[in-house]
């Protein structure tokens, strides 16, 4: 089925044929785009850029390119087809039908789902508004913008749940969504590291590798829904996520790549003398994103996470493939503890530790890039390993965050923390280096100096193609 651009809304929820609901979406519209306006990409207004647009949701349905004036991008609805024959998979209800409606014993903790979700995708949008002014090359430009029009659409994916399904509440959340901005002091977003600034490309690239990869984990989880429209809802953001974990992955890549490169050239690891970003100050950034990353997990032994569970809200990430009773009260998992000055290992209920898997399965993707980008340095007969610090570095949230850890893991004092976090995390200065780099790149086949331009264009377009005009 393919999707009707003629509408107001493009949807593929028959939203013509809810008259209630289309007109609420219809009033929420112009407040969104004016949030687009005043908190999107900063200067955007006249871009002609070339974005994908859904037009199924189909095998195939992203492959539609072309130039788009950036604020007319058409946001729509649209979920991944559904199964009549999905049953709730997990907990207490597994092998009922999936639900179509709201359950109503469970409408507070649904939207509570939704809202948090919800919440990060503006959020995101706000954080990277500034990053356009000073882009390193079209093409780049160009995934930004690709990337913040896709989050603008996963806000309408979970402001359709909002109004379709949670009356005047859903609406008001839906109004807060609009009115609470990343970093702000009255109002700021549900989730810490969504209030954190992306100043630079480098902490973009490591933004949508680590934390767009969050979003996927949580996504994963909610795609396992008992209740059908979320479960649909994210089945297909999935597939709009991975382009944003591709940017991060290739883009960091690219950075790393470009210091290899002046290394070999000049012979020297001091790469900074020529503009570049060294491997190690990579590092350093990386040790920061993987750390606050984590964190969102939330809680290691999380009763709240343990209920979503049993109630058949959110599952575990690809829960259905999963061999066990997908109840879990009887079967355990390994979870860290402080015990004297040491991290165990102990067993706790599966049940209650859907969080910690869910870390446990992030993590392990974490490292699959972090592997490729190794092959990179290794390529050019560099003897430097890029590494995922230990789960307990730098944390703010579990029990973790009662101690203070080095890269390895080993818990040490604070005194130590406060002696050698600079060696392990972005200073300021370094930050203001990285920074001072950002100068933008807006012709059609050039590159900024500090990162190596792509393999690939997009959609086989050249690198030198013409990604963002300028009205
Ligand atoms: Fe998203
Ligand atoms: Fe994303």
């Keep these: 089925m393919s999707i009707d651009y003629q509408e107001k809304i493009p949807n593929n929820v028959n939203l013509d044929e809810d008259r209630k ?3 609420a979406l219809e009033k929420w519209l112009p407040e969104y785009q004016s949030w687009w306006n005043e908190l999107g990409p900063v200067g955007s207004q006249n871009f002609d850029v070339y974005l994908r647009t859904a037009v199924s949701v189909e095998p195939g349905g992203l492959t539609n390119f ?11 609805i649209f979920l991944s087809p559904q199964d009549e024959n999905r049953k709730v998979n997990f ?6 039908a999936a639900w179509q409606e709201v359950p109503g014993e469970y409408r507070s903790e649904l939207r509570r789902l939704i809202v948090v979700q919800g919440d990060t995708e503006p959020a995101s949008v706000e954080q990277q508004r500034h990053l356009g002014l000073t882009c390193p090359s079209l093409y780049d430009l160009r995934n930004l913008f690709q990337v913040n029009v896709e989050e603008g659409r996963h806000l309408w994916a979970m402001v359709y749940l909002l109004h379709g399904f949670f009356g005047r509440d859903g609406r008001e959340e839906a109004e807060d969504m609009l009115a609470r901005h990343s970093g702000d002091q009255d109002k700021p977003r549900l989730l810490e590291a969504f209030n954190e600034k992306t100043p630079d490309w480098l902490s973009f690239f490591m933004f949508t590798y680590f934390t767009d990869r969050d979003g996927k984990y949580q996504l994963g989880s909610l795609a396992e829904s008992g209740f059908d429209p979320l479960a649909r809802t994210c089945q297909f953001m999935l597939i709009e996520e991975a382009h944003h974990m591709f940017v991060g992955e290739t883009g960091v890549q690219r ?5 290899c490169e002046m290394m070999i050239e000049h012979k020297t690891d001091d790469v900074a003398r020529f503009g570049g970003i060294s491997l190690e100050l990579i590092q350093k950034y990386l040790n920061f994103h993987f750390s606050v990353s984590v964190d969102l997990f939330g809680q290691e032994v999380s009763t709240n996470a343990a209920n979503y569970y049993t109630m058949g809200l959110k599952g575990r990430f690809m829960e259905s493939r999963i061999d066990d009773d997908h109840i879990l009260a009887d079967v355990p998992y390994k979870v860290p503890e402080i015990k004297g000055n040491k991290i165990h290992m102990v067993d706790k209920t599966a049940l209650t530790a859907v969080n910690e898997r869910l870390r446990d399965d992030y993590i392990e993707d974490c490292q699959r890039g972090v592997d490729r980008w190794n092959k990179t340095i290794k390529s050019f007969g560099i ?13 703010s949230i579990g029990v973790l965050s009662e101690i203070c850890a080095n890269l390895e893991g080993e818990i040490i004092s604070q005194e130590e923390w406060d002696k050698r976090c600079d060696d392990w995390l972005p200073t300021d200065e370094e930050r203001e280096y990285v920074k001072s780099l950002m100068e933008p790149v807006t012709e059609a086949g050039k590159i900024a100096n500090w990162i190596a331009p792509p393999d690939k264009g997009i959609n086989g377009q050249p690198f030198n193609f013409d990604y963002v005009r300028f009205g």
């Design 255 to 259: 950075v790393i790549k470009r210091a």
């Design 91 to 96: 907990g207490e209800h597994k092998g009922d």
């Design 66 to 76: 072309g130039h788009v004036k950036m604020p007319d991008y058409r946001w729509g």
């Design 21 to 23: 609901l289309k007109r």
């Design 383 to 395: 003897d430097f390993e890029m590494t995922l610090p230990h789960r307990a570095f730098h944390r």
